[in-house]
């Protein structure tokens, strides 16, 4: 059996319609601002979300860090959730390179409160504090288990930040999911934000790319950032052209995605109780938590990948697994059987 693998949405394929329209792509020198399939899909993401401009970017994690530093000053800080991926995942970009510095507010299953986001927000800056720039949220969440944002948090955090001077960046790595699962709209997303990033190379099947929004002047602040962190890239082309077959057609299939984490938490839960909290699963992540049942979550990803299902144990007692695009349905069923299984199998021997 070919391994099902679940250890993120950024291990989708493109494929052959996808890659014949990076063949074809019409290209340009993107440093000169000629490529006209990146100009497209810039434009085409910010309308989606209602900006005015797009930048497009050869990681989520670049446009993040143009993003952001587009926003912040050297010593100033920025608030995010404890396990943002933009704090937790990004190798300290942003206190290294920009000289960005940060706080946090612990949000225990994920869910955004603009409230514990505000309440630390120092600004006008005081004798001894650094003064708040900006407030990353991320929509979703990736290492609480891919939880939407809900839409009502967001505009009040709007409001009250827009009201004090504090910019919003949205780490939308995920964006289209949360649209998708919420029945919101990309619109009412970027109007909660100064600026979003969204991954193409997720769940939405692009091999490469991902594209940073926002006002004209943030973006050409960004744009100069990108090239002097080396990211100006030449006839990218090639790689947006995959960028638009993505929004094309797998936007709304990610609600298959969905279902497919729904079931496999539904499946492990009913076999183990305890080991996955399908009330919790929002969109394409599951959280696996085999610590709360005796057994260590790198048992648990071992037992599965020798059985043919690959998932990640993010810490010592959680699991995390994603469905994607390269998953089917039977596939789907199958991982969420085999889970099922082993985790029985191992929670019984941990007695
Ligand atoms: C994947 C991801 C990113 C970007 O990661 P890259 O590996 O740099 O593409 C940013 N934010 C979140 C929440 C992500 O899941």
Partial sequence: MEPIDLRSDTL?????????????????DDVYGEDPTVNALEARVAEMLGHEAGLFCATGSLANMVGVAASVGRGQELLAESRAHILRSEVGGHGAIAGITSRTWISPDGTLEAADALALAESPRGYSSVGTALIAVENTHNFSGGRIAAIDQLRELRARTAERGIRVHMDGARVANAVVAEGSSFADQGAVADSVSICLSKGLGAPVGSVLTGSRELIDEARYLRKRYGGGMRQAGILAAA?????????????????????????????VPGAADPGSV??????????????????????????????LALNELECRLVTHLDVSAEQAQEAASILAEVTEELAAAAG
């Fill in 12 to 28: 989708t394929r493109p494929g052959p319609q996808m890659r014949r329209a990076m063949a074809d792509a019409v290209v340009g």
């Fill in 282 to 311: 929002q969109t394409n992540i599951v959280m696996l938590n085999p610590g709360r049942v005796g057994v260590p979550a790198e048992r648990l990803a071992q037992a599965a990948g020798e059985r043919g299902v690959r998932i």
């Fill in 243 to 271: 960028g638009h077959v993505a929004l094309d057609q797998n936007i709304e299939r990610l609600a298959d995605d969905h279902a497919h984490a729904d079931l496999i938490a539904r499946t492990v839960a009913e076999a």
